[in-house]
Every structure is written in C-alpha cells, then in structure tokens.
C-alpha cells in the first residue's frame, strides 16, 4: 500500500475531496449538503486542503485554516477517511500531514473540533481535549482538541 500525501492545487484534487466528504458526512453520517460545503470549498486557494492518495486512489482528506482567535494556531476541520480505508492508517496519515504542513507554515499549534467518536484517536495522535463539554456540530457530538506542534 503506497500512501502519499498531496497538497491540493487544482480543481481536480479539490473535487476527489468534497466526493470524499460527501460520502462520508453526507451519505454515512446524514449531515445536510448545505452544511458540509462552505466558502472554504470553492477554490483550492480558499484554504488549504489535503488528499491522501492510496495506491494512487483518493482515499482521505481534511483541510485547514489559520484559526481567527490565535495567530499561532492552525484549524484542522473536515478531516474524512473512506470506510474502506479506515483502520488502515489513513487517518493518522492525513491529519499528520496537515500538522507537517501547518508547522512549514510556522504554526505553533493545531486545533479541531473532533466527533466524539473519534476522541480517542486524536489522543492517540497527541491531541488534548480542551472543550469542557460537548457540543453539537451538524447535529453530531463534537469537542474541541488541540496539539502543540
């Protein structure tokens, strides 16, 4: 299994991203398609999206923009890994190249809003959750994490 990480810069890559989080958040998990596609999405200037290709197949992706309450953080959201894909390492994949990529761009720290379902794997990766409660993102039980990079 040949895993590599490509920083999106054309319309194409852009595109095997939102499939990806239109199968996973839309079609698996229900969230509402007016709510996963937002500003961010309509270019790949907008911010800054990731894909990681398995095998030269679209398999994961997440995306990530400076976070507006701290100039030294980085916000990781959107991050979806196929279900075929999962338990494969995909995840850990892409959520440490947006890291890589963040720390390239002089960011001290990332931050997400993480489904609970998934809280667990982000400690695995160095995250702390930092929300005192949870909340509802989508309809779906999130909190907040963070990581020093």
Do not use: W
């Amino acid at each position: 299994m040949v895993k590599r990480i490509v920083l999106v810069t054309n319309k194409e890559q852009l595109q095997q991203c939102l499939d990806i989080r239109m199968e996973v958040f839309v079609r698996e998990q229900q969230v509402d398609a007016s709510l996963e596609v937002d500003e961010f999405d309509q270019s790949p200037e907008a911010c800054t999206h990731m894909l990681l290709l398995v095998d030269g197949q679209p398999a994961a992706t997440g995306r990530m923009r400076p976070y507006e309450n701290a100039n030294s953080t980085m916000k990781l959201q959107r991050i979806a890994v196929l279900k075929p894909m999962r338990g494969t390492g995909a995840g850990k994949a892409i959520v440490l190249g947006l890291e890589e990529q963040a720390k390239k761009l002089g960011f001290a720290y990332t931050l997400l809003d993480a489904q609970c379902q998934a809280e667990v794997f982000y400690q695995k990766l160095g995250y702390v959750t930092i929300s005192p409660e949870t909340f509802l993102d989508a309809g779906i039980p999130h909190v907040r994490m963070k990581k020093q990079l």
